[in-house]
């Protein structure tokens, strides 16, 4: 199944994203490459392959790879404002989304 010009215009809408006359073939393009490495993953034959809680399992021990969980510095004013402008809703430097459990 190939993306079109128009499923990439619904993608970005879903999406809430921008994309610009100009950006739409290569989006197309990159959408389709990834569609095309999952046909390729679906093609490989897992019969009789047991699932593995983890893909490093198989390696190593699985903590040892995994990083330190710490807080990310914090964005300044200037960086906030510009995410802040992608919000369709906020209040008080928050997104608000609508209500999923009343």
């Known amino acids: 199944m190939a993306i079109t010009e128009q499923d990439v215009a619904r993608i970005a809408r879903l999406a809430r994203i921008e994309i610009s006359p100009d950006q739409t073939p290569r989006t197309q393009a990159e959408l ?3 569609l095309g490495l999952i046909q390729q993953l679906q ?3 897992t019969a ?3 699932p593995m809680a983890h ?3 198989a390696h190593q021990e699985i903590k040892l790879r995994l990083r330190d969980d710490k807080a990310a510095p914090t ?3 200037a960086q906030r404002e510009a995410l802040m402008r992608n919000a369709p809703a906020q209040d008080g ?3 608000l989304v609508p ?3 009343e």
């Open 93 to 95: 430097g928050l997104f």
């Open 32 to 34: 389709n490459g990834m």
């Open 99 to 101: 209500t999923v459990i």
């Open 48 to 50: 009789g392959i047991e």
């Open 75 to 77: 964005q300044a004013p």
């Open 55 to 57: 893909p490093l399992a």
């Open 43 to 45: 093609a490989v034959d």
